[in-house]
């Protein structure tokens, strides 16, 4: 990253040792890749009180550099669901408001 990739190439004919031109190739500054999660799930127990843990691979990021959020489902929020605030960890204790909802974790890289 930050860096250009140069080649340099001379053909030489195998057979007479005939040497040809040499082609010189240089590319644009490689520049890093938007970070970006790979894979996403959420692993524990669906029972009160328990502990869930959201667990990211990422690409170009580090977890802890990362943005975290959990959402509750509700039928009356305009995109379906709304923001458990104060839950910016990879882990949520479920509680009673939980239960009978659909949960969602959001990681932004």
């Not at 053909?11 to 031109?21: T, W, Y």
């Not at 524990?44 to 990422?58: H, I, M, P």
Request: glycine share 10%.
């Amino acid at each position: 990253v930050g860096y250009r990739i140069c080649t340099r190439l001379q053909p030489v004919r195998g057979h007479d040792g005939l040497v040809g031109d040499v082609v010189e190739r240089k590319t644009s500054v490689i520049a890093p890749s938007p970070p970006r999660v790979l894979d996403i799930c959420v692993e524990g127990n669906l029972v009160e009180e328990a502990q869930l843990t959201g667990v990211v691979r990422l690409l170009g990021a580090e977890e802890d550099f990362c943005l975290f959020r959990w959402y509750r489902e509700d039928p009356e929020a305009k995109d379906g669901c709304t923001l458990i605030h104060g839950e910016t960890l990879c882990t949520h204790v479920l509680t009673g408001e939980d239960v009978g909802k659909r949960l969602v974790f959001e990681c932004i890289p």
